[in-house]
């Protein structure tokens, strides 16, 4: 196989980054804004307990609006066109 990681090597892998409160990718999964350890984590549960208003800070989900037709087409128009896809052509 030489250097490529095996299938079930890789999946282990992607399962433990997303598991990881500490690295971007699992900080992104658990829809935090910023990477902390899991101390910090179990701390901030102990001192404000569960369903309390915490210092950290969560992503806020929903309440975002969709675009308008006006929008999506001004935003199409800077975009690049790409040769042979159709797209802005």
Request: aromatic fraction near 4%; glycine fraction near 12%.
């Amino acid at each position: 196989m030489g250097d490529r990681l095996r299938y079930g090597d890789a999946i282990a892998l992607r399962a433990a980054i997303l598991d990881d409160s500490s690295t971007l990718t699992g900080a992104k999964h658990m829809d935090l804004l910023f990477p902390v350890t899991w101390g910090d984590l179990v701390d901030d549960l102990i001192r404000h307990g569960v369903g309390a208003p915490t210092p950290i800070k969560y992503k806020q989900t929903g309440g975002e609006e969709e675009p308008s037709d006006e929008e999506l087409k001004q935003a199409q128009s800077l975009l690049s066109p790409i040769p042979g896809s159709g797209i802005n052509n």
